[in-house]
């Protein structure tokens, strides 16, 4: 019943993270990832929100989250869920699309989850070169993984259907937000700098991102103390640094979103620097 997560950088895919982990209690919050998160559940069941649909996934079974989706995720036995997961960026997945000759656009999985054992055994076998450090190995299965996947499960992105003046004011919005990390204006505030009225940007926004602009705040928040832990810089200079109110804050979010605490993250990813 013991839970345990690691995450760690992929030793020869760039742009890509790989977790593996074991929760019984834990359970994520509504976030969102800038990349993909692709995953096998290998014993057990997660079960998770995804834009408002509950999906349950069971031992053998893949999971596809697809880029800036929200998304939960918590035990749907109370054994918990063991599984073995794979973040690749848009542009490492987008790539490995281009070459098979892929329409040109954001790949996008329609379905969260799907039984396919064959892309199941190679995720498997990919994810456990890639624990074992084999560079070559992990590269050349990883690669193939994505490429099936895509092949089998992928489709072109469909676009949001959102009117233009919603579409024009959630755009602004979210580059307000992105520049103001530590001091965020408050929903009446943000509104009136896009030109909008606050319910109709709260709807507007809720409908382009899944999230309220407070909820989605927070996830960005996680996504540059991700970037900034990766730099080196101590955790405590980064809850100041995109906005938390201290190393505390900064810690429960965290965990809630990417699964492990922002020291493990570092230490996992090798990049601690003594003085900053």
């Known amino acids: 019943m013991?839970?345990?997560?690691?995450?760690?950088?992929h030793p020869a895919v760039p742009e890509t993270d790989l977790l593996k982990a074991r929760y019984?209690?834990?359970?994520?919050?509504?976030?969102?990832?800038?990349g993909y998160a692709i995953g096998l559940i290998v014993s057990g069941v997660e079960e998770f929100d995804y834009r408002g649909t509950l999906h349950r996934a069971a031992a053998g079974e893949l999971v596809?989250?697809?880029?800036?989706?929200?998304?939960?995720?918590?035990?749907?036995?109370?054994?918990g869920w063991a599984y073995r997961m794979l973040y690749p960026?848009?542009?490492?997945?987008?790539?490995?699309?281009?070459?098979?000759g892929a329409p040109r656009g954001t790949p996008h999985f329609p379905e969260q989850v799907v039984r396919d054992d064959r892309v199941a055994a190679l995720l498997g076998q990919a994810h456990r070169a890639a624990e074992r450090g084999d560079a070559l190995a992990a590269s050349t299965l990883s690669r193939a993984l994505f490429a099936r996947l895509l092949s089998r499960h992928a489709t072109p992105r469909p676009d949001a259907v959102l009117p233009a003046e919603g579409r024009r004011a959630v755009r602004e919005?979210?580059?307000?937000?992105?520049?103001?990390?530590?001091?965020?204006?408050?929903?009446?505030?943000?509104a009136g700098a896009v030109g909008a009225r606050p319910f109709a940007l709260l709807r507007a926004f809720k409908a382009a991102t899944g999230m309220p602009p407070h909820a989605y705040l927070t996830s960005l928040r996680?996504?540059?103390a991700r970037r900034l832990l990766l730099?080196?810089?101590?955790?405590?200079r980064v809850a100041a640094e995109v906005g938390f109110t201290d190393q505390a804050h900064?810690?429960?979010?965290?965990?809630?979103?990417?699964?492990?605490?922002?020291?493990?993250?570092?230490?996992a990813a090798g990049t601690y620097k003594t003085g900053l």
């Open 64 to 79: 596809l989250v697809n880029p800036d989706a929200v998304h939960t995720g918590q035990a749907g036995t109370p054994g």
């Open 24 to 34: 019984v209690t834990h359970r994520f919050s509504r976030h969102a990832h800038d």
């Open 173 to 190: 919005a979210l580059a307000l937000l992105h520049e103001s990390l530590v001091d965020p204006p408050a929903l009446e505030e943000l």
């Open 2 to 9: 013991k839970e345990q997560a690691r995450f760690w950088r």
């Open 222 to 224: 996680v996504r540059q």
């Open 89 to 100: 960026s848009i542009d490492a997945l987008a790539a490995v699309a281009e070459e098979l």
């Open 231 to 236: 730099a080196g810089v101590r955790p405590a």
């Open 250 to 267: 900064l810690n429960r979010h965290f965990k809630r979103i990417v699964g492990v605490p922002p020291a493990a993250y570092q230490r």
